[in-house]
Nanobody, 121 residues
């Protein structure tokens, strides 16, 4: 299974970006999906998560600014980021919990390669 993330870049404070992450490969179904971020010198943290049923949760500092969504038919998760702040600068990683086609009773966790988001003041 591969997770391919895209959509990062450089934006001014107050701007917006939309991240996408498409999963492909040996997939029967995907349970939880989400976005994490890691800033220099800091630990990786959960930014937003979404279940297969569409329930969401957010890190407190992004509530009201970020929206996570998914397209189950496309095995894709999105992160719409509005009102970006310099403190949002980090490498963003997508994450997925996958039931494989050949062993549907198991669940494996996969990570995307990371996409840089830089917000200038």
């Amino acid at each position: 299974v591969q997770l391919q993330a895209s959509g990062g870049g450089l934006v001014q404070a107050g701007g917006s970006l939309r991240l996408s992450c498409a999963a492909s490969g040996n997939i029967f179904s995907i349970n939880d999906m989400g976005w994490y971020r890691q800033a220099p010198g800091k630990q990786r943290e959960l930014v937003a998560g979404i279940t297969s049923g569409g329930s969401t949760n957010y890190e407190d500092s992004v509530k009201g600014r970020f929206t996570v969504s998914r397209d189950n038919a496309k095995n894709t998760v999105y992160l719409q980021m509005n009102s970006l702040k310099p403190e949002d600068t980090a490498v963003y990683y997508c994450n997925a919990h996958v039931n494989p086609l050949d062993m549907t009773w198991l669940e494996y966790e996969y990570w995307g390669q990371g996409t840089q988001v830089t917000v200038s003041s």
